[in-house]
């Protein structure tokens, strides 16, 4: 096995586990971690691609995965921001309690 495949592997098992959480959790952070962990898994995607890529000297996906990164953040920043304006409102996080956005 190649390391590009060792890499390829590991991203897609924490894109699964993200993707698990993002779907299975009721709680708004943990949603967000799983949303967080999909993100990471494409950054690792970005990285391992541009490392085993043909042109390894031009440094496009380390510049495509800080973008990410701070695409990640500024997320990050903004849902947190959300969901504590949501937990002030109604002192819950479960996602199938909240219901104020309904017309």
Known sequence: ??????FLLLSALLFSIGLAGAL???????????????LNAANINLIAFWRFGPNPE???G???????IS?????????????LAVY???????LN??????G
């Open 1 to 6: 096995m190649t390391p590009l495949n060792l």
């Open 24 to 38: 299975t959790r009721r709680n708004a952070i943990l949603v967000l971690i799983g949303i967080e962990l999909m």
């Open 58 to 60: 031009a440094l496009t």
């Open 62 to 68: 380390v510049m495509f995965a800080i973008f990410s």
């Open 71 to 83: 695409v990640a953040a500024a997320e990050a920043a903004v849902g947190l921001a959300i969901i």
């Open 88 to 94: 002030r409102h109604n002192k819950t996080t479960n």
């Open 97 to 102: 309690q909240i219901d104020t956005l309904k």
